[in-house]
């Protein structure tokens, strides 16, 4: 929705999170902070190695640089809106700690996206 407004400095999000669907594989960012607001349905936030039952009206944020991994994981039957908002701040890095994956943020905005050492995909 963001990018429909020409915004730049955040971005938002409207998602649905199908039956059994994840928002993301469980990640934290270096620089970008995160916020969701859930708006339909009771998706599970995983938030480090705790778990936490939202409910319509809930919202959440995600401080860039705590290392605490954080995911939306939706184990009911019916699908979870939510409205995510991120900034864009430039040279972030995103890690996935249950992965061998690793997102660092080019200078001219591209996604490069690693193995944890360091190789390429």
Request: charged fraction near 20%; charge should be negative.
């Amino acid at each position: 929705m963001g990018d429909h407004f020409g915004l730049s400095n955040f971005g938002v999000n409207l998602t649905e999170l199908a039956p059994g669907a994840v928002s993301a594989l469980l990640h934290h960012h270096s620089k970008q902070d995160e916020f969701i607001y859930v708006l339909q349905g009771t998706p599970t936030l995983v938030l480090g190695d705790q778990e936490y039952a939202l409910k319509p009206g809930d919202c959440m944020g995600f401080k860039a640089g705590t290392s605490i991994a954080h995911q939306l994981v939706n184990r009911s039957g019916e699908s979870a809106i939510y409205i995510e908002i991120g900034d864009r701040t430039a040279g972030d890095e995103v890690e996935y700690p249950n992965d061998d994956l690793k997102t660092t943020q080019l200078a001219n905005g591209v996604w490069a996206l690693t193995h944890k050492d360091g190789r390429p995909y």
